[in-house]
Every structure is written in C-alpha cells, then in structure tokens.
C-alpha cells in the first residue's frame, strides 16, 4: 500500500489529505465514492502524479500540429472557473491544468502564463500575446473579471459562451451534411454519365448515321468536352475556388460584395442574417455583462464580426451612442440588417436600463430560429433535391431515347 495526497472538489469548494491504496485509480475510485470530483493525484515521494481532468478533450497526434480549437478552450476556461471558485491558487490551477493537457500548443500558452502571473503580471496581459488563439472579445473579458474581481465568472460566461456556439456550428455542419451528400452523389454519376457511358451511345449513333435532335446533340457535346478536358476543368474549378477564397480574405471590395451577396440569396440570405444577429447579440451582451463599458464591447464586436455589412452597422451605432444616442434606434436605421424584433427588444432593455439582458434574449431567440431550420432543413431541401435529380434524369433519358427510337423505327421500315 501506497499513500497518496489529492486535491478535490467538494459543493464547489477545495478539499485535500491523504489516502492508502495501492495505485491512483483506487484512490480516484475512492474519492469519487465520497461524491468528490478529483483535481489532482500524487504519490508521496512525488514519484508519480496524475491529474483527472474535467471534460477532457481528446486529441490524435495529427491535432498537435494544428491550431487550438474551440473545445480545448472550452476545457481550459471550464476548469477555470471550476478551479478559481473553489478557491485554488491561479499557479496551482495553472499547474493543473497543463498536467491535463495533451495539445503542446496550450501547455506551451499555460507556462508563459504562470511565469507571468508569478511576475505579478495580469492574466489578460499575459493572454493577449497569443492573439491568434485567443480572441480580443475574450481577452476582454477575462481583463474586465480581474478589475471587477469576478474572475471566475468570467472563465464561465467565457464556458458559455464557447459551447453555444460550437453546438451552433456542430448543428449546421450536420444538418447540412445530407444535402452535400445527396449533390455529390448526383454531380458523381453525372459525370460518370457523361464520360464513360455517353461516349459509347454518341459513337454508336455516329455509325448508323442518323440525324440526333438539338437537345441530344447538347448531351453529345458536352460529354466529349468533358471526356476530352476533364483534368484541365478539375484544375481550373479548384483554381478559381482558391483565387476567390484569397481575394475575398485580401481584397475588401470583393469582401464587400461577397457579404451582399450571401444576405441577398432567397430563404439562404436570411439564415446568414439570423446567424450573424445571432452572434451580435451574444457577444455584445456577454460582453456587457462582465463589464465591459458598451463602447469598448461595440468596438471588439466590430473587429471580431466577420460581415462587413454588419460590422459597419455596428460602427454607425457606436458613434451615434458617443454623441448620446441610443442602440435601440440605431438599429432602426439598419433595417435591411435588423429585423423589427431586434430594435423593440433593445428599447426595452433601454427602458429597463438591462441592455445585457435584453441582448441575451434576441441572441436565444435567433438561435431558436436557426435550430428551428436546421431541424427541418432536410425536409426542406430534399424535395428540391428530387425534381433537380429527376429533371436531370429525364433530360439525359430522352436525349438518348429519340434517337434509338429513330433507330428502331428505321429498322422496322426496312423488314416491311
């Protein structure tokens, strides 16, 4: 039998002693038996020592090599918050948490920060050096918890807010996931169609030298365009998938048109706008309630907002609150952005003087809206999907039926 320390939860408050047993597992086992939930593990002599995480992500060793992804940071502020309402140290937290860490990445992050905190400097500081994983939105959080002593709240609302919107995504990926399918099957057999099994009909009617209708002769045309060039479309469809991604990313003009044109798309461009107010909302008010004055929370919203027309809104209404307006009429002016809800909703929080709350309540109910669609996007989609397929069917049938009915009727003519 071995002795082991530990450190555990308790009701949110941090409890440690000692235990024999004889690995850590039966001391886990244990301890979770007394309804505690486990930090940390340590055989005395520090010969071994282990840390069962809360939540903990799983990573293969290809993600070592990738960037930091929303669930590991939903991990990181988790136990944060955890960790910090219990009362634990900042660097004993700190501590565990890059014991539970398997992304080198963020141990990396976690030692500069103890080392900076044992310096006796702020989390955020220390944070915001790593501005491509945390995001200035964050970070200000985190700095508004320091000043306001609500640290642990923070790393929560941070929790929170991380998890929202990767169920969010993770919603959207699937409900869009049938319909990729369902267009790349059919994109696939046309192809198939058109380079292997038209070729064999388009020289068969070759030889019997018959005249083909207008619509077969299309059929025929472009199954030999693509026979002959099918490498260089390939090249050229992935080349110009590139060269717009880039200059989207690069050229703001081209940016500026792209954002248009995805809220101008029917049905499509109105899930673009819930998503986005979506969004809007659960930042700024996120922000706002960890006390973040509202100007400074318009500003990192504006930054982190990737539409240009929305982002450009919520400039217009940052200046018009300078100057001692109001948020819930300079949303009207918006209109084509902002439905009527959103400016009524934010008038009662202008009323009530709860603006956070009142921007807590449109971002549920654009997300309830979205999820709504996305729960029934299939059977939206699919009948769509259908009489595309079927038309498509049709029109290679027919196509390729006339002249094998020519074919057929001249053979008949001929035994009379």
Known sequence: METYSYKALKDDKLVSGELEGRDENEIAGKLQEQGLEVLNIKQEGGKKSVTPSIGKVKTSFLDRFKKVKKVEKMFLYKNFATMLKAGLP??????????????????????????DVEAGNYISASLSKFSDIFSQSEISMIQAGEAGGT??????????????????????????????????????????????????????????????PTMTRIIMAASDFFKDYFFLIAIVVVALIV???????????????????????????????????????????????????????????????????????????????????????????FDKL?????????????????????????SEYYDE???????????????????????????????VLIPMYSIVSGINQMQK
């Open 90 to 115: 900042l660097p004993e937290a700190i501590d565990l948490m890059r014991e539970s860490l398997k992304n080198p990445l963020l141990e990396g992050v976690l030692s500069q920060l103890k080392y």
């Open 151 to 212: 640290l642990p709240q923070s790393f929560h609302g941070l929790f929170i807010d991380a998890e929202a919107e990767t169920k969010l995504q993770k919603d959207i990926k699937g409900a869009m996931m049938y319909p990729a399918i369902i267009l790349s099957i059919l994109l696939l057999v046309t192809l198939l169609l058109l380079i292997f099994v038209l070729p064999q009909l388009t020289g068969f009617f070759l030889q019997a030298n018959i005249e083909v």
């Open 243 to 333: 060269t717009l991604r880039s200059l989207i990313k690069k050229s703001k003009t081209v940016k500026k048109y792209f954002d248009k044109f995805t809220i101008r798309i029917p049905w499509l461009g109105m899930q673009f706008k819930y998503y986005y107010i979506h969004k809007i909302a659960r930042m700024l008010g996120l922000l706002i309630k960890s006390g973040v004055p509202i100007l400074e929370a318009l500003e990192i919203v504006e930054k982190s907002i990737g539409h240009l027309g929305f982002s450009n809104s919520i400039r217009v209404m940052r200046s018009d609150i300078k100057r001692g307006g109001k948020l819930s009429t300079s949303v009207q002016s």
């Open 338 to 362: 902002y439905p009527p809800f959103v400016s009524r909703m934010l008038s009662v929080g202008d009323r009530t003087g709860n603006t956070s709350e009142a921007l807590e309540n449109v």
């Open 369 to 399: 809206e979205l999820r709504s669609t996305l729960a029934n996007i299939s059977s939206i989609i699919e009948p769509i999907l259908m009489v595309a397929l079927g038309l498509g069917v049709a029109f290679i049938a027919i196509s």
